[in-house]
């Protein structure tokens, strides 16, 4: 596996997996391992993140401690990434949430894109992709493409389930980007869906079909 691409071997994090895997886990359910997850995964992913010293006054005493010194963006490829996004608000409430409308065409497989909302000068230096499926890797690559015709220099990919051809698709095309995720998978099938993957994430995390 390459050196960027890392696969979280918390018990907490497999054992939520199993959980969202089962076809037996409803939406509402599904919505809540979404979050725990990607929390889980992004304290693994911000682990390099810069810190400024502050004094923080107790009840007792003045006390040394520390401040979050970058500006963190996360950037969820809708729909499937806004129970990751959300979460990851909860845990940095300072993040800048800038989302990427991206689908992808059922018979090409191809990306499409249709929103794009970013400012016109990147105001982070930070960029957290979010999006529970790396199936093919087109939707990623694409979405990396986007952020750095934009100037955004720090990029990081979190996601939940990949297949071993997306991983495989997104360290090729974009190998300073690194990738947090639960599992890599087995392969996808001919539909271009991850197996044994956990279906349609968006379907899954919305009730729809
Ligand atoms: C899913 C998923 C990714 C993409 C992954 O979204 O959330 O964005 O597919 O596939 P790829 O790696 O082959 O590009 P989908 O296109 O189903 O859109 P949705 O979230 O709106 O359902
Ligand atoms: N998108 C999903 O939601 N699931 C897959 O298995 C592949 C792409």
Redesign the pocket.
């Known amino acids: 596996m390459a050196e960027q691409v890392h696969v979280s071997r918390h018990p907490l994090v497999q054992h939520k997996l199993a959980l969202l895997r089962s076809n037996l886990t409803e939406p509402k359910k599904f919505r809540e391992l979404v979050r725990e997850m990607a929390q889980l995964l992004f304290y693994e992913a911000t682990q390099d993140l810069a810190l400024a010293p502050l004094t923080v006054q107790t009840p007792l005493a003045a006390c040394a401690g520390y401040e979050v010194a970058e500006r963190v963006g996360i950037m969820p ?4 990434g806004l129970g990751m996004a959300e979460a990851l608000t909860a845990m940095l409430p300072t993040v800048h949430v800038w989302h990427l409308g ?3 065409d059922h018979e090409t ?1 191809q ?1 499409v894109t249709y929103y794009n909302k970013l400012p016109s000068v990147p105001d982070i230096d930070l960029s957290l992709i979010v ?10 690559v694409a979405a990396v493409d986007i952020l750095k015709r934009w100037g955004a220099r720090r990029i990081k990919y979190l996601g939940l389930i990949a297949a071993p051809e ?1 991983v495989q698709h997104l360290s090729a095309a974009h190998p300073d980007v690194p990738i947090y995720l639960a599992a890599i998978d087995q392969h996808l099938n001919e539909l ?1 869906y991850i197996v044994p993957g956990l279906g ?3 379907d899954r995390q919305f009730g729809t079909s």
């Open positions: 490829i809708l729909r499937a991206l689908y992808r497989l990306p999006d529970p499926m790396l199936a093919t890797g087109g939707s990623a997306g271009g349609d994430a968006g």
